[in-house]
Nanobody, 125 residues
Framework: QVQLIESGGGLVQAGGSLRLSCAAS????????MGWFRQAPGKEREFVAA????????YYADSVKGRFTISRDNAKNTVYLQMNSLKPEDTAVYYC??????????????????WGQGTQVTVSS
């Protein structure tokens, strides 16, 4: 079992930056692909970014490419999402998620097995 706890959300003006963190429990973090997803009110949960277990491969939604950066520190059992040049349309609850061990990265929410409780990001115009 893996527990994920997100932090770092908040209120920021358009053009600003935030860094989200997701701390994972247990000893298997370094063998799990991780992802960030978001869900705005009235919308489905959507893929934002994903990173392979070793950090060598990253993937981004087109809407955040060039503005967001996903990274991980396996020694700290933590995955990060650096968000720059934020826009009002980035407003959502952001969730981190973990796949089963040794599975490849994925952009599909249903392929992730563990989820955090979410952290709210609000971007004002």
């Amino acid at each position: 079992q893996v527990q994920l706890i997100e932090s770092g959300g908040g209120l920021v003006q358009a053009g600003g930056s935030l860094r989200l963190s997701c701390a994972a429990s247990g000893r298997t973090f370094s063998s799990r692909a991780m992802g960030w997803f978001r869900q705005a009110p009235g919308k489905e949960r959507e893929f934002v970014a994903a990173i392979s277990w070793d950090g060598k491969s990253t993937y981004y939604a087109d809407s955040v490419k060039g503005r967001f950066t996903i990274s991980r520190d396996n020694a700290k059992n933590t995955v990060y999402l650096q968000m720059n040049s934020l826009k009002p349309e980035d407003t959502a609850v952001y969730y981190c998620a973990a796949r089963k061990q040794f599975r490849p990265t994925s952009v599909v929410p249903g392929e992730y097995d563990y989820w955090g409780q979410g952290t709210q990001v609000t971007v004002s115009s």
